[in-house]
């Protein structure tokens, strides 16, 4: 079973090739432990989901696993 709450967002981290560090200061945060509350508790600023949707070119619904398709069809 996996601890995360969101682990779209964890997959696609990895997919991408950064690490949990490179990743959250890509976001404009300086501590990895913030990455880690997030994926545990849920608690992810809207402007931090944006960020990661535009950087993963997927939808926020996947990121937080309301949908299994990645993106959305134009």
């Given at each position: 079973?996996?601890?995360?709450?969101?682990?779209?967002?964890?997959a696609?981290?990895?997919?991408?090739?950064?690490?949990?560090?490179?990743?959250?200061?890509?976001?404009?945060?300086?501590?990895?432990?913030?990455?880690?509350?997030?994926?545990?508790?849920?608690?992810?600023?809207?402007?931090?989901?944006i960020?990661?949707?535009?950087?993963?070119?997927?939808?926020?619904?996947?990121?937080?696993?309301?949908?299994?398709?990645?993106?959305?069809?134009k």
């Amino acid at each position: 079973m996996n601890a995360y709450k969101y682990p779209n967002i964890e997959a696609e981290r990895a997919r991408s090739g950064l690490s949990q560090e490179e990743f959250i200061v890509k976001l404009g945060y300086k501590e990895r432990r913030t990455y880690y509350s997030w994926l545990s508790n849920g608690n992810i600023p809207t402007d931090a989901l944006i960020k990661m949707s535009d950087m993963f070119d997927c939808s926020v619904d996947y990121l937080l696993g309301r949908t299994r398709i990645p993106t959305l069809t134009k």
